[in-house]
């Protein structure tokens, strides 16, 4: 009986992993670049300047444990309300989806019964295994992101998607406002990969990883910087460093190299904090050998970053 259960589970994680670029394809072929021609129009109307809104723009996008925009986990929920607090010009967006190219979460597809049992099973059975199916699928994605084949089809519909986003919050098109890109684990693969189209769009790019794991990504070219935040007990972070042959040190000419030589990249390790879970960037019972919560010092490390690019 347990070999036919994990010969199933190995069946639907190499289903995922197989089957995860032909979703990107078939939305460019029914109506992607289409959508995409009218986005990145050179004809679209003319810049327009800066008004009296946000002075900056932050895009969050969550880890691979996320089912949807709008179901972020009550601590991401409540980091960000503190971030906000701290930085009060600025404005926050958390609703995109990034481990689809259309925005559609998991619960918003036809086969959302299932996502909602894996949900779930992670709230009220998380000694259950399964639940991780839904990290697995959004994995499948992040290498799909990552692939040189397939990434450019996937990233301009998540560039353009973040794009929707920024201007339902007001972002003025050409105005030249900075926008700072803020992954959690695979979601930095994911901005990095949309930040290159969004840099097309004449937008200021930037990037804060929390824990990133991500590749040696064209659109690194493109950040005007990264800031790379870990804890001391983040292991996970490093699978991007062995697993993408260009951000070894024997690819100097990558682009991750690259972007390390000309210094727009930086590296802070601000607390003892694990990849996720109580232990992770964002658990408040947590303490470092201060007293400080996780929680607090994340938020503190991402609200300097912000106040030193608004001052710039």
Known sequence: MISWVLGGAALMVAAFVLLSPLESLRWWADKGQAEIAATFDPMRPPPQAAGTGPTAFVVYLSGVAVLSGDTLSDREDAWLAAVAEEVPGACIISEVFPYAVDNRGLLHRT????????????????????????NIRNIAQVLVSADPRYGPTFNIGLAQELWRALQRHGYRPGSGTPVTLMGLSGGVQMALGAGWFLHALKVPVSL?????????????????????????????????????????????????????????????????????????????????????????????????ILREEAGA
């Open 111 to 134: 086969t959302m019964g299932l996502w909602k049992v894996l949900g779930w099973t992670r709230e009220h059975w998380h000694w259950n295994p399964i639940h991780n199916l839904i």
């Open 208 to 304: 804060i990883s929390i824990g990133g794991i991500f590749g040696d990504d064209p659109g690194l070219d493109r950040m005007r910087h990264l800031w790379h935040l870990t804890g001391t007990r983040d292991h996970t972070h490093h699978l991007g460093t062995v697993a993408f042959p260009g951000r070894w040190p024997t690819s100097p000419l990558s682009t991750w190299n690259r972007a390390k030589r000309e210094g727009r990249v930086s590296f802070h390790t601000i607390g003892p904090m694990g990849h996720d879970g109580p232990a992770g960037y964002y658990g408040r019972r947590s303490l470092d050998a201060q007293g400080r919560s996780h929680f607090d010092l994340t938020r503190d490390a991402v609200v300097a």
